[in-house]
């Protein structure tokens, strides 16, 4: 019998001060069996530094076609395509023809590292790509928030994100791979 996936429940605060965008969301997240906490945070994050009401979690890791997250257009086009981890350069380029803007959460430590040290230079190239990259203690800090059910706020200035509960505040500041 196949493992169903687990369903979290985030009730999320978001205060964006870099681009005046001030909402509260009310998100329900499926967690793939093969999907640890430290992935599923950092789709969360993505989801938070990127919100808007057209953005939307998709079949991630149980689908092939599709990103971790993406917004469309009221006519359909993909406005923004979001990866996390370390997905192959083709399916970036291929993303890249697709959506007007294509974003990469990096984060895996030194398999984060090594993934830019390989694709790094051929990734620059690309004009409506993004690529941030988490530290493994951000992400670790971030998995540790994980519960079923989550009240949360997210704050962000200049690039700095503060993310947590009422009792843990967890500081985040994603490094531009492409600065």
């Not at 030194?110 to 390989?118: I, K, P, T, V, Y």
Request: charged residues 30%; glycine residues 6%.
């Amino acid at each position: 019998m196949a493992l169903k996936a687990t369903v979290f429940k985030a009730q999320v605060q978001i205060s964006d001060m870099d681009r005046h965008y001030y909402e509260s969301h009310s998100l329900t997240i499926a967690r793939h069996p093969s999907e640890t906490d430290d992935r599923m945070m950092v789709r969360l994050f993505a989801f938070c530094l990127y919100a808007d009401p057209r953005l939307t979690f998709t079949k991630g890791v149980s689908a092939d076609d599709e990103p971790d997250l993406w917004q469309h257009s009221l006519s359909g086009e993909i406005e923004r395509w979001i990866e996390l981890g370390q997905p192959d350069e083709r399916r970036i380029r291929k993303a890249c023809g697709r959506a007007r803007e294509v974003v990469v959460i990096n984060y895996g430590g030194r398999a984060s590292d090594l993934w830019w040290e390989q694709n790094g230079e051929g990734l620059r190239r690309l004009r409506n790509l993004r690529v941030w990259a988490l530290t493994t203690a951000e992400v670790r800090a971030l998995a540790d928030l994980a519960e079923r059910s989550m009240e949360l706020q997210c704050t962000i200035d200049g690039g700095q994100v503060w993310f947590g509960t009422d009792q843990v505040t967890v500081d985040v500041t994603p490094i531009d791979r492409l600065a």
